[in-house]
């Protein structure tokens, strides 16, 4: 998370300012903002920006936009960022969105908004004693993002009282190199794929603020061409996104499914027109939220990942079952049960957020907020009071925003979890197949040397008389004399009686010629003497 990228730092060269850029920017006090921020809905600065978007060296973006129009900056310094926040925007842009990709580059930012008292040199008392709490405790090692690495569907929901702030990890089905020798036992059980950390805010402010974990730290945006078709996978949705805040894209080459209402007008109704201001905001932090592309690449299509391999699995199975195949469908199965866990921390991401906040009488009773009834009559106190309704956390969404993030629950309920639900149970079925499968493999192994033991136990059964017919023949007896002829005469008998004499025992007892039959001759007799009998006792 801490890789240099000075593109977020350092201002790009100075170009013409935009004669239609409004005083606002002007006013901020920034002399090369005028510089950096452009018309979104110019053909030339979108397809730069557009560009921009899918850079890895750059650093973070700012969008301001309404009905009419919309400006966009990318790569801005501290000064700017501050400048932005500080200074009230327009009714005509009423919606900004703050994107960053490399949040280190910014800490700068974070620490004046939100200033952290740090240990100089004379509270080294205190560095020691953490020091040393920190070697007898490991647990005072662990940071968030150690935490969000190890357990992927972490998901975090925070209110405050002017914003609500989600974070929570995305999985994307990107390729991997991934080598038995070079990786872990524990790293076969986690899905294939880039994992990659997201806050997202939305302020009251009407400002959505994204940020992002760098997927490939120490990396300086330097990519290979792997890495680059990587993090175009990455951010295909925030890009979509972003092309729908311009009015310069070229809409008839978009699918259906990725036009998104936030910019683009529904309908021209007077309730519409009256509460799309009101809208964009939480319509733009839900389309950030909603990535529904990479849940369809990871569980929902037909051919997906875990699908495939359990469909090869069980063919593989078909042509011969091992127990290799067990370890195999384990591993799956706690791929999947992680996937699991990640879609049922959004529906709970999703619970939260449409969760309303409710006043209780112990934090009335127990804080400075009264009701609106109550409020004129303790004007007159010398301790200040809070309205109600600015005591509750979070930032209210509309019912545009609302209604999607309940359809957003329904889809992940309804083909994510189901879906994989489905290839546990398939799961476990291969593995009950494949345990049939060796057990039926073993019994034909039985079964073959059965016959081979029948066999041989026949041919020696076969020529025992012929034995000891030869025996008695070579036995010299006084009187007795015995000619040729009459030697192989009765060696073709006494073959011939035991030919007929095994062929019965074999047919009798349901094992002629070393195989099973369906049923025992004498099992045949039994049941026709015995159908016999009933036939006649009921003509009778």
């Not at 903002?33 to 018309?39: C, G, R, V």
């Not at 070697?135 to 940071?143: F, K, Q, T």
């Not at 994307?172 to 997201?198: A, F, I, N």
């Not at 499968?437 to 081979?452: C, D, G, P, Q």
Request: proline share 5%; aromatic share 10%.
């Amino acid at each position: 998370m801490d890789a240099d990228h000075p593109q977020a730092s350092t201002p790009r060269p100075l170009t013409s300012t935009d004669p239609q850029l409004p005083e606002y920017y002007q006013d901020i006090g920034v002399t090369y903002l005028l510089q950096e921020f452009k018309n979104l809905d110019d053909r030339a600065s979108f397809e730069l920006f557009e560009r921009a978007v899918g850079n890895p060296k750059t650093g973070n973006f700012v969008v301001d936009f309404g009905d009419e129009e919309a400006w966009c900056g990318f790569d801005l310094a501290v000064d700017a960022f501050n400048g932005l926040l500080e200074a009230k925007r327009p009714a005509a842009l009423n919606t900004r969105w703050i994107n960053i990709w490399y949040p280190a580059d910014h800490k700068p930012t974070l620490q004046e908004k939100s200033p952290v008292p740090s240990l100089d040199l004379e509270e080294g008392s205190e560095t020691t004693e953490l020091s040393s709490l920190s070697e007898l405790d490991p647990l005072h090692n662990i940071n968030h993002y150690s935490i969000v690495d190890d357990v992927w569907h972490y998901s975090s929901v925070d209110w405050g009282r002017r914003y609500v702030c989600l974070g929570y990890n995305s999985l994307y089905s990107v390729p991997t190199e991934r080598r038995e020798d070079e990786y872990p036992q524990s790293h076969r059980d986690l899905p294939d794929g880039k994992r990659v950390w997201t806050w997202l805010l939305l302020c009251e402010d009407r400002t959505v603020i994204s940020i992002h974990e760098d997927p490939y730290p120490y990396k300086n945006g330097d990519l290979d061409k792997q890495e680059q078709r990587a993090l175009n996978v990455i951010r295909r949705n925030l890009l979509n996104v972003f092309r729908q805040l311009s009015k310069a894209r070229n809409s008839a080459k978009e699918s259906p499914l990725t036009i998104l209402p936030i910019r683009k007008q529904v309908g021209d109704s007077k309730e519409e027109t009256l509460h799309r201001p009101t809208d964009a905001p939480g319509l733009l932090f839900y389309y950030l939220f909603d990535d529904w592309y990479t849940s369809y690449g990871l569980v929902v299509k037909r051919e997906h990942q875990h699908g495939a391999e359990l469909n090869q699995l069980r063919e593989a199975m078909l042509q011969k079952a091992e127990l290799s195949h067990v370890d195999r469908l384990h591993h799956i199965g706690r791929q999947l049960a992680v996937l699991k866990r990640i879609h049922q921390s959004y529906e709970r991401i999703i619970d939260r957020v449409l969760e309303k906040q409710k006043a209780t009488l112990a934090s009335l009773t127990n804080s400075n907020i009264l009701p609106g009834l109550q409020r004129e009559e303790s004007v007159s106190s010398s301790q200040p009071q809070i309205a109600e309704a600015e005591s509750l956390l979070g930032v209210s969404l509309s019912s545009a925003a609302r209604v999607r993030f309940e359809r957003l629950k329904d889809l992940i309920r309804l083909y994510a979890l189901s879906e994989i639900q489905d290839c546990l149970d398939q799961k476990e079925s291969l593995v009950m197949m494949n345990f049939n499968l060796i057990a039926i493999k073993e019994s034909y192994s039985v079964e073959r040397l059965t016959r081979i033991t029948l066999l041989l136990a026949k041919v020696t059964i076969l020529f025992m008389p012929v034995s000891l017919m030869t025996a008695y023949f070579s036995t010299q007896l006084q009187d007795v004399r015995f000619t040729s002829h009459a030697y192989w005469t009765a060696f073709a008998v006494v073959l011939s009686a035991s030919i007929c004499a095994l062929m019965l025992f074999g047919a009798v007892s349901g094992t002629l010629e070393g195989r099973m039959v369906v049923r025992p001759l004498s099992r045949v007799l039994v049941d026709f003497w015995r159908g016999k009998v009933g036939g006649s006792r009921t003509g009778a």
